[in-house]
């Protein structure tokens, strides 16, 4: 099971952590991605982290690179998404998932997902 925390309402510029975290003794065997869907949109990939930490890799549009750092701490069974310099547009629920494919942007490939955290950004 993975639960989401860390959102809520910020004024453009600011800044959010979103933590996802899980009791599963096999978290540090999965791969691990933060999605988001805006109202009326499709889920869109974000970001993705390797199981070990260390390969990340980010949606190829310009929209989070830059601004968007995901993290993980396989001791405490947790993947992280620092998000900087939010826009409006990165108004959404944000949701993270875990898969055993690396290098995926698909969200059919990621086979565990938590129930989402809102992240709302105003102008």
């Known amino acids: 099971q993975l639960v989401e925390s860390g959102g809520g309402l910020v004024q453009a510029g600011g800044s959010l952590r979103l933590s996802c975290a899980t009791s599963?003794?096999?978290?540090?065997?999965?791969?691990m991605g933060w999605f988001r869907q805006a109202p009326g949109k499709e889920r869109e990939f974000v970001a993705s982290?390797?199981?070990?930490?260390?390969?990340?890799?980010?949606a190829d549009s310009d929209s989070v690179k830059g601004r968007f750092t995901i993290s993980r701490d396989n001791a405490k069974n947790t993947v992280y998404l620092q998000m900087n310099i939010l826009k409006p547009e990165d108004t959404a629920v944000y949701y993270c998932?875990?898969?055993?494919?690396?290098?995926?942007?698909?969200?059919?490939?990621?086979?565990?997902w938590g129930q989402g955290t809102q992240v709302t950004v105003s102008s």
């Open positions: 998932a875990a898969s055993s494919i690396w290098r995926t942007t698909d969200k059919y490939d990621y086979d565990s």
């Open positions: 599963g003794r096999t978290f540090s065997s999965y791969n």
């Open positions: 982290i390797n199981w070990s930490g260390g390969t990340t890799y980010y």
